[in-house]
Structure formats: structure tokens, C-alpha cells
């Protein structure tokens, strides 16, 4: 056949396995947004067969023959162009699925929605050993997962793999050693701060309406994205102008501000995605961890800091008088508080990532069988105390507190932390580049930043690997946590030195 | 290959391509409901993907194979079995739909979508003659597709049957004969009502919290329907259990609460049908018209009428409270006035057929080419002169005021006036068999009715063709205007003898 005949064919067949993933994606966000509840069981059933067809289509032979003959479009076409990129992304794709036995990937799918009924259960009541037998199976699962695959240096790697791409574990676990003393000893150091504030009477209609004006400063086009709330905040996107954002908002505080921000981070990745790339596996982020790191530099470099509130913050006050008293130092000193906590999903920026190490970790010992399942709360609660110095009441509120490892989620914990790490990699770039990007902020306008991120990251989409992503974008493929750590060195100093608590 | 075995794989063929067409379904809700503006060329792609995949898993010979493998389960097993209708009317719907060539089937989705953008444009102008080539193409395309099939009387009874299985075009005119001259005397006899009141300004949140409270009165299982706002009101279901009833809100008038109650006359359909129908072809109803006769139903049968509002009435004034100075007789005469107008979807009981009428007769000349396609306008003029007594000011406001032709949807309009005309012959049936229905309705229960109607029709879904369910609920297989019209004659005369306007 002929390459370019080959390239089309291969693009329809791609495309219209997207569009069912597509799909899929949009009866997701329905089943989290608005289905009621008893639509569940119908859900499941469309959404397997819907799977079901994604895979067939993407990892047939079929595919496998089609990127063979446009193959020689790859040399001969710039490395950077949309379609020497397809070729290249898919084949990495293909490989990789065609591997998993479509038996496998429905049974871990089947165990994944048991495990996470289990889970629910098993969390209200804090109970581990109910939860015990459904873990024990996902990890058999990920054992056999594991099977499909070669030449990985852990076993942990080909896990890693699906969320970050080419990432290897000791790669993983060289930055991780670097944080977890560093962040230890930063936690300890930090001050006690008044965020008492914080807590009380926020009506959710003001803090709805306060989400939705920040939103429509940040740079979406006009009828592309929109916001609800839900339990459990996420983002997706069916095409760079229908983004989905979603957030929680509670009326005794005002975290749905950051809860926003994040997945407004998110949302404007997907957004800033070329449109050359829609329908096409391109669209999309390298990796969760690049992914997150620009949800992070929207909620934390962004949303967290005095440029960004120097606007806002009067703003704030007028919708909620309660904080009428609390001048913009205080006010940014309890957002930017650091204090050891329980619940990785409520952890502050400075202890966040030492949750995420707790869990990398253990999850490796899971896979090589180093930590018996059965002990794993027990494990859990001695660990806490070390990293964090808390102590674990219940499993509620220790190993049971996440979602990921009922559904056989394993692997996804670390790219929480290699996002923030990697998004100081990146904000060192916004500083160097856009000196005046503080002012801006301060006058309300983030398009110089917004313009920059889409410009160097958001519209390549899936293109580039997270490694030549960073290169492109921080000047190395390495992660380096050294301007993280800085960032939240300076965040603590700051603590201290701001009006006392 | 065995009879059973070949009934099971058809089963799960059948439930798989039930399951894209359902995902379709969901992702139609949420472009009407939910999607930003932008998202919308994306989401022709999906669908585009998805009705092809459900349309050649259902529509292959496969199908087919397995059908006649399996056909001796249809004689061995009782008629009314769910097996036996399984293959019953599966056989029906493959025997259609595989005569029709996948190409045709695509061009008529696209030139569908197509003529849509153009009538939209095209009536915000009033402007026909930018409608007309759109027009024309859709109507040279139900040509080829009358052409895909043998043994019609009229070339119209395809287009029909898409809508009506079974029924035929004269069967229709017969009736619409019988109505028109007494719907025309009806109209011309109806005298002017008070209905001032019914304009105002009824606050939209109100409206919302009212329709609430009905909607929860209605008998629908807890976390098993939603409502929604949107433009065009329209009711659609994933199951039994995720039906999705849409409203709309207008701040100047109280129409939500029909809107409300005739789409939750859809739902309860949907939400009555076994689950033993569940994720099969059987799921639904037997077609439009019986479905619109329920809709009808709980519309007008039961929203109406004076035991429903005999509970309702007092709690509408709490909520608007300038309804206090009007009596439970003005608010009936009101809500039940006869008054020609020039906007079907605005149209009150007894002038709604006519406007049906006129569309019917007017689409079997388009089909059988007795009238150009350029005179439509003038016709469609001097028809709603006769039928209807009014003068049409221009074309968005006549010819162009419905959506159905610009989609190629012709067939479709009769099946609301029949709706209309089995609404009576069905309640004649729950006056015999539930002699104290008003006085459960007035207790505001709605529990007697929707029971006797999700026994007698709701709970078989497709299981029987509409003149088998008519049969079986009403006694005759025939389509009889005599209840319908003498429920209007009723309703009219009531007009002169309640408090004098």
C-alpha cells in the first residue's frame, strides 16, 4: 500500500477509535455529573462494550499494517510535524496495547469496578479486611499485567509506564530521595499560622459565582468549557472547545477557589491543544505528571500567590464581608500554611508530596512482594508518623483514605509529585522569559502566562514524549526538584516573615 | 448452529449495538442539555462514528444468520414471551433497516445536519427561499429511500412506518378526515376565555421548585429521573432507571408545568418498562404515537383537568401568589381555552390536530410531487386560513416554524395527533376499570393510573406492534377519533357553562 493511502487510512481508523474513547469519556462525566444514581448498572454495561470496541479498533493487526506502510513518512517528514509525530506516538501506543490480551484488559476492568464497590464499603466502615480480598486480586491482575511486558528494570516500570510514558522507577526514585529528607525537615520547621478565617459561613451560591468570574478571566474561549460541581473533582475534555470542568464546592470553607484553579489547569492544557490535533491520538498531554504540573502551576504558582490575590483579593472580600478584617498578608499566609495532615487529597503544598512518596513506595513493595497485604495498615501508620509525625486513627483515614488501588490504579500515585516538582522546572522558564509576568497578574491578566504555556506546551499535545516535552520547555529531560524545593523553602521562610500569626 | 445458542449470541449482539446507540443517546442529551457551543463539531464526529458502528453490528448479515437460526424459539415459545418477541420484532426492525445501503443512511444523516444549520438561519430571516435547495435535497433523498422498499399503497407508508409501525397512510387520512371538519366546527364554536392571568411574571426559580415537587409526586423510583432546563423540551432514557425529562423555563408564563408534566409522560413509559427489556431491542415503546398518547396523558388527561388541580391548585397559588385572586374554575376555564393560533408547539388542545392535519396532508404532496416545493409557502398560507381561521405575517412564523423537514424527519408529524386520538381510546379504558381515578387524582395519588398504565402498556415496551397494544389496552385495533373528539366537545362545552369569563 501506499504511504500516504496508508497515513489517511491509518488517521480514519484512529480517529474513529478516539471518537468511541471519546465517548466513553463523555458518559463518564455524565455518570460523575448528572446521571442519577440508578442509571449505574446500564452505565457499566455501555461503557464495557464501549471499551471493547476502542480496543479492537486501535490494537487489531490491522493498525499494525497500516503503520508499517506509512512508515517511511516518518524519516522523511520533520520530526516536529503533526504526522511524523502520529506515526511515531501510535506505533509507542499500538506496541504497548496489543501486548495486554483483550481477556486480561476486560477482567481487570470487571476487578477494577468490584474492587471500587468494596472500597466504598469498606472505607465507611474502616474495616482493611474487607477491602483485603478485592486488593489481593487487582494485584494479582497487575502481576499478570506485568507479564505482558519485557526489558523493564522493575517491575514497577511498565505500571509507571501507562501514566509516564518512558519513565522509569529508579529514575522516580533518585528525585523521591532527594524530597522526602528535605520536605521532612521543611515541615517540621514551619510555623503554626492562623487560618481560623478560613473556616465558616461561605455561602456556595457566592462561592459559585466568585469560581465562575475567575474562570472567564483565564483565558477559555467563549462557549468552550464550562463548570459543575460534583464529589470528586476532575477535568476532561471531548475536543479543545468542549472542556469539562468540575469542582466541590463546601459551605464551611473555601476550597472550591483552588479546587477550580486545578482543574481550570487541566482544562486550559486540553484547550491550548492545537486543533490539528483533534480526533487524532495527539490530542491530549505527554503524562499525568505534565499534565498535573500545569493544574498545580494554576492553583499553587498562580492561585497561591500575591500577584494572583493583589487583584482578587478585594474582590474576595466583597462577595464574603467575614473576611473584610483579614488583610491580603494574612490571608495569603494561611493559604501558603504548612501543616501535617492525614488526608493526602486536603495536604498542603509543602507536605503534599510527602503522602505521594509514602504511597510510591509502598506500592513497590506491594509489587515485588516485599510487604505482606495484610500488614499494609499497619505499615502505613508507622510510616505516617515518620514522615509526617501524625497518627492514624483508623484505616478510614490511613491506607483506605484513596481511591486508586480499588480499581487496580497502581502507578499513578508519583505523577501527583513529579507535577509539582516539574512545574517549578517549568515556572523557572516563565520567570526568565516573562519578567513582567508578576504585573500582569497583579492587573488581572494572565494571557502573557497563558499565552506562553500554550505556546511552549498545550498545543503539542501528545507530540513529544514528557522527556523531550521537558527538554523543550526547562532545557533538560531530567526532573530536577532542586527549584521546587526552593519554592517551598521560600514558601516556609515566607511563613515566618509575614505579619505574625 | 443450535437455536439456543444462536438466541443467546443474538442477544448479546443486540445488546451491544443497543449500547452505542445508547451512548448516542447520551451524548444527544448533553449537546441539548449540558455542551458548550464549541464542543459541537466534535461531537458530529462521535456520533457520525457511533451510528455507523451501532448500524453495522445490528444491521449485518450476521444478524440475520443468527435470527434464522434461532427461529424456531418464536413458534415453540408463547407469543407474548420475551424471546419470542425478541426475534418477533427483530426480525421487523433488521428486515427494514438492511434495506436501506449504508451510503444512503450517511447522506441522509449529513444533508440532515446540513439542512438543519439552514433552517435555522433561514427562519431567523423568515427567509424560504434560503431554505428551499436544502429543502429539495432532503426530499430527493426520501425519494431513494422509498425506493429501498416494495409493496407500499402510498409512497408516503414508508415514511410513516418509520415512525408507526404497521400503520399505513390511508389508515391515517381516514382519521384526520373525520377530525377536521369537526375540529374546524369545534374551534369556530369556542368562545373567548380570560387566560390574562396566565401572563405575568412567575419566577423561574419558583416554576422550578413547583415542577420539582409534581415531578416527585409521579411515581418514578428514587435516584431514577432528572430534570433539566433546556430550549427545546424532549424526554430521553438510558434505562428504566436513567431517564432524563428536559422542561423550559419562561419567566412571563406557567407553560413548564405542561412542558413538565408531558415529558414526564415519556418518562414514566420509559420508566416502566421490564427490566427483563432492559438493554434489548424491546425496550421502549411501539412507537411515537402510542408513546405521545402518554405523553398526552399526563399532560392533558390528567394536567388539565380538575381533580389533578383540585390538590394542585392551592399549592400553585402558594407559590405565585398573584393566582390568589383567581378561583379554581378560572384557572381550569384558562388552562383549557380553545384559541387559534399560528405556532403548533403553542397550540392549545383542540386547535393542535389541525396544525397536525394541515402537515400530513401537506406532506404527502411534497412526496407525491402534487406540489412544488416553491409554492409551499402560499399553500401553507391559505391552508391555516382555512383550517384555522388566522393570517400567517410571514414565513417563520408559517412554513418554516417546525424543525422536522429540515432534518428530512416527514412521517413524523401524524404521529402527534394520533397520539392525541389513542390518549382517549386508552383513558375510556381507565374511566371503565378505575371508576374512582378522579378521586385519587383530586387526593393528589396519581398511584392508581400510573400502576393500571405501567401494567396494561409501559411495562411490554416494543414487545407488540402498535395495533397489537391498542388491541390489547383499548379492544380494537383501530384508531378511533370518536373518544378524542367527544373529550373536546366535552371540553369546549365546559368552556361556556364554567364562571362566565
Request: with cysteine.
Amino acid at each position: 500500500m501506499d504511504k500516504h493511502t496508508a497515513l489517511s487510512e491509518l488517521k480514519q481508523r484512529l480517529a474513529e477509535a478516539g471518537d468511541v474513547a471519546k465517548a466513553a469519556s463523555v458518559l463518564g462525566w455524565d455518570q460523575r455529573v448528572t446521571m442519577p444514581a440508578g442509571g449505574g448498572p446500564a452505565r457499566a454495561e455501555v461503557l464495557g462494550t464501549l471499551s471493547r470496541i476502542a480496543h479492537e479498533t486501535f490494537a487489531s493487526p490491522e493498525t499494525g499494517r497500516l503503520l508499517d506502510a506509512a512508515a517511511p513518512l516518518e524519516d522523511e517528514l520533520p520530526f516536529e510535524s503533526d504526522d511524523a509525530s502520529l506515526i511515531r506516538v501510535t506505533r509507542r501506543d499500538w506496541e504497548k496495547e496489543r501486548r495486554v490480551p483483550p481477556e486480561l484488559s476486560a477482567e481487570m476492568t470487571r476487578e477494577a469496578a468490584r474492587g471500587h464497590q468494596v472500597w466504598i464499603e469498606a472505607r465507611k466502615s474502616s474495616d482493611f479486611a474487607a477491602f483485603l480480598p478485592a486488593l489481593r486480586r487487582n494485584v494479582e491482575l497487575k502481576h499478570r499485567y506485568i507479564e505482558c511486558f519485557e526489558d523493564f528494570d522493575s517491575p514497577y516500570d511498565p505500571l509507571l509506564d501507562d501514566y509516564e510514558p518512558g519513565m522509569k522507577t529508579a529514575e522516580v526514585k533518585a528525585v523521591f530521595d532527594v524530597l522526602r529528607p528535605a520536605l521532612t525537615e521543611l515541615v517540621a520547621a514551619a510555623p503554626d499560622v492562623d487560618a481560623s478565617f478560613l473556616e465558616g459561613d461561605f455561602p456556595i451560591d457566592d462561592q459559585r459565582a466568585f469560581a465562575d468570574e475567575v474562570i472567564a478571566t483565564l483565558g477559555f474561549a467563549p462557549g468552550a468549557v464550562r463548570l459543575d460541581p460534583t464529589v470528586h473533582p476532575f477535568c476532561t475534555s471531548f475536543s479543545n472547545r468542549d472542556v469539562r470542568l468540575t469542582t466541590r464546592y463546601q459551605d464551611h470553607d473555601l476550597e472550591s477557589i483552588w479546587s477550580t484553579l486545578h482543574e481550570a489547569g487541566h482544562g486550559l492544557y486540553a484547550h491550548g491543544n492545537d486543533d490539528s490535533l483533534l480526533r487524532s491520538p495527539l490530542a491530549g498531554a505527554p503524562s499525568l505528571g505534565l499534565n498535573e504540573s500545569q493544574s498545580r502551576t494554576w492553583e499553587n504558582l498562580v492561585g497561591r500567590q500575591r500577584p494572583f490575590w493583589t487583584y482578587w483579593y478585594s474582590r474576595l472580600q466583597d462577595r464574603f464581608p467575614t473576611l473584610g478584617s483579614v488583610d491580603l498578608d494574612r490571608f495569603l499566609q494561611a493559604i501558603n500554611r504548612a501543616e501535617p495532615g492525614l488526608i493526602r487529597v486536603d495536604a498542603d503544598e509543602t507536605t503534599y508530596s510527602l503522602h505521594i512518596i509514602l504511597r510510591f513506595e509502598l506500592e513497590q513493595e506491594i509489587i515485588e512482594g516485599t510487604v505482606a497485604l495484610e500488614d499494609l495498615p499497619e505499615v502505613w501508620n508507622a510510616r505516617m508518623r515518620d514522615f509526617l509525625g501524625v497518627d492514624v486513627p483508623d484505616d478510614a483515614h490511613g491506607v483506605l483514605q484513596d481511591v486508586h488501588w480499588s480499581g487496580g490504579g497502581m502507578g499513578y500515585f508519583p505523577t501527583y509529585a513529579l507535577g509539582n516538582v516539574i512545574s517549578l522546572q517549568i515556572w523557572q522558564k516563565v520567570r526568565e522569559e516573562l519578567p513582567d509576568v508578576d504585573d500582569a497578574l497583579a492587573a488581572g491578566d494572565v494571557s502573557p502566562l497563558g499565552d506562553w504555556l500554550r505556546d511552549r506546551i498545550y498545543r503539542h499535545g501528545r507530540k513529544f514524549t514528557p522527556k523531550e516535552m521537558l527538554e523543550r520547555v526547562a532545557g533538560t529531560p531530567r526532573i530536577e526538584p532542586e527549584p521546587y524545593l526552593a519554592y517551598l523553602r521560600d514558601k516556609v521562610e515566607g511563613l515566618r516573615t509575614l505579619a505574625p500569626a
